[in-house]
T-cell receptor, first 113, second 112 residues
Framework: GAGVSQSPSNKVTEKGKDVELRCDPISGHTALYWYRQSLGQGLEFLIYFQGNSAPDKSGLPSDRFSAERTGGSVSTLTIQRTQQEDSAVYLC???????????FGPGTRLLVL | QKEVEQNSGPLSVPEGAIASLNCTYSDRGSQSFFWYRQYSGKSPELIMSIYSNGDKEDGRFTAQLNKASQYVSLLIRDSQPSDSATYLCAVNMDDSWGKLQFGAGTQVVVTP
C-alpha cells in the first residue's frame, strides 16, 4: 500500500515569507507526528496528532510554527515569517493507534535564504 | 531533559565483520526502543524494535536491551557495503502518545 507522502519535496523561500508543508499519512493511521532534522543532527520532535487533535505541541520551537490536521488524515505544518534557522528537513510519520512503529515520509527539505 | 546518547562515529567496519552500535537513554521509565537506518538524503526506515530485556534477532541484525543499565545496542553481522548509513536510536519517552526521542545517530561505513 501507499506510504506516507509529503509535499513539496523541496522548498526554497526568502526570509520572512510563510511556508506550508503537507503530510498525507498512511490510510487508517490515526497518529501523526512531525519531526525536524537539521543538517547532521538527529530528529527533533515538533508535534503529535491523535485524530484531529494535538495533545502534544511541546516541540514547536516558537509561535511562528503551527500545525493542523483535518479529517483525521492530511496535516499541514505552517511556518510564518521564516528565519534562516528554520532551514532543515521536516519529516512526518504516522502509525496505527495500537502499534508502536512509526513510518516516515520522504521529508520536505526547507531552505530559507 | 530526557536524552538519548549515541557515539557519532564514523564507525568503520570491514566487509563481513560485525558492527556494534551503542545507545544510552536517561528516562528509566522508557518501555519501547527502536533502531532506524537513514541513508544520506533519505528518511529513516525501521530496522528493529525491542521492548523486553535481552536479545532480539532479525536476519543479520540483533538488538540488545538492558533496562537496568539504560542501554540498548544494535549488532550488524556480516556487514555489507549497503549497510553504510546512519543508524538512529529512538526511545519512546511517553507510551501513551508514542513520541520518540532520537539520538543524533551513528554513521557506519562498511569498507570492501
Amino acid at each position: 500500500g501507499a506510504g506516507v507522502s509529503q509535499s513539496p519535496s523541496n522548498k526554497v523561500t526568502e526570509k520572512g515569507k510563510d511556508v506550508e508543508l503537507r503530510c498525507d499519512p498512511i490510510s487508517g493511521h490515526t497518529a501523526l507526528y512531525w519531526y525536524r532534522q537539521s543538517l547532521g543532527q538527529g530528529l527533533e520532535f515538533l508535534i503529535y496528532f491523535q485524530g484531529n487533535s494535538a495533545p502534544d505541541k511541546s516541540g514547536l520551537p516558537s509561535d511562528r510554527f503551527s500545525a493542523e490536521r483535518t479529517g483525521g488524515s492530511v496535516s499541514t505544518l505552517t511556518i510564518q515569517r521564516t528565519q534562516q534557522e528554520d532551514s532543515a528537513v521536516y519529516l512526518c510519520a504516522s502509525r496505527e493507534r495500537a502499534l508502536e512503529t512509526q513510518y516516515f515520509g520522504p521529508g520536505t527539505r526547507l531552505l530559507v535564504l | 531533559q530526557k536524552e538519548v546518547e549515541q557515539n557519532s562515529g564514523p564507525l568503520s567496519v570491514p566487509e563481513g565483520a560485525i558492527a556494534s552500535l551503542n545507545c544510552t537513554y536517561s528516562d528509566r521509565g522508557s518501555q519501547s526502543f527502536f533502531w532506524y537506518r537513514q541513508y544520506s538524503g533519505k528518511s529513516p526506515e525501521l530496522i528493529m524494535s525491542i521492548y523486553s530485556n535481552g536479545d532480539k534477532e532479525d536476519g543479520r541484525f540483533t538488538a540488545q536491551l538492558n533496562k537496568a543499565s539504560q542501554y540498548v545496542s544494535l549488532l550488524i553481522r556480516d556487514s555489507q557495503p549497503s549497510d553504510s548509513a546512519t543508524y538512529l536510536c529512538a526511545v519512546n519517552m511517553d507510551d501513551s502518545w508514542g513520541k520518540l526521542q532520537f539520538g543524533a545517530g551513528t554513521q557506519v561505513v562498511v569498507t570492501p
